[in-house]
């Protein structure tokens, strides 16, 4: 089974676990815009206040770790095209 979800953080990376659990063969790609795989929404009226310096402390997991812990390929939108397309040529991602 090949699955395609669009949107990571929440949803798509709770989503794409929850697949990956219920079937260890599958092909998962997610497709997140924002260059975020899963962070802390709880803390972001930390950081907005100040309390939290580094936005990296929001970041729970990056497409490399998700990809180890999970087996799923996450794709981050990098300018106009996904990360994984930028470097072959393809086309870029609408």
Do not use: H, W
């Not at 395609?4 to 929440?10: D, F």
């Not at 924002?34 to 990056?62: H, K, M, R, W």
């Not at 497409?63 to 996904?82: L, T």
């Amino acid at each position: 089974m090949k699955v395609v979800i669009v949107g990571g953080v929440a949803g798509g990376a709770t989503a794409a676990a929850r697949l990956r659990r219920l079937d260890e063969q599958a092909e998962i790609i997610v497709l997140e815009r924002s260059g975020f795989v899963s962070y802390a929404n709880c803390g972001l009226p930390y950081y907005v206040g100040g309390i939290i310096q580094d936005q990296e402390e929001l970041t729970l997991q990056t497409p490399e770790s998700f990809y180890r812990r999970f087996r799923v390929n996450v794709r981050v939108k990098k300018s106009n095209c996904f990360e994984s397309n930028c470097q072959d040529g393809s086309s870029p991602a609408a």
